[in-house]
Nanobody, 125 residues
């Protein structure tokens, strides 16, 4: 069953911005706040790579070097949603973006057992 639902992807020109959202579905909604959340991305013919992580409390965040200073991960507890604000987008940011959750902060795709279906971000030059 689907436990995470991403939205907000689309086509944008280089230099533009997008904001991705990720919300839980079904029974997972009641425990979503207990989990660390992460955004990964997978470009064609490449491995799924970590983009950003936020701890359960929101006090700790981590960013891949390639997005540091351009992307911001955040959460809204009242809306039970995690976001990825992406600014100054580049063609190399083109990928399917996935939301993931785990009871502990992790930095590998193998640390996460709960995933969304992904949302496509395409950045044109």
């Amino acid at each position: 069953q689907v436990q995470l639902v991403e939205s907000g992807g689309g086509l944008v020109q280089a230099g533009g911005s997008l904001k991705l959202s990720c919300a839980p579905s079904g029974a997972f909604s009641s425990t979503f706040s207990d989990y660390a959340k992460a955004w990964f991305r997978q470009a064609p013919r490449k491995d799924r790579a970590l983009v950003a992580v936020i701890s359960q409390s929101g006090d700790t965040t981590y960013y891949a070097d390639s997005v540091k200073g351009r992307f911001t991960i955040s959460r809204d507890s009242a809306k039970n949603t995690v976001y990825l604000q992406m600014n100054d987008l580049k063609p190399d940011d083109t990928a399917v973006y996935y939301c993931a959750a785990n009871l502990d902060v992790g930095y590998s795709r193998y640390d996460y057992g709960i995933w969304g279906q992904g949302t496509l971000v395409t950045v044109s030059s």
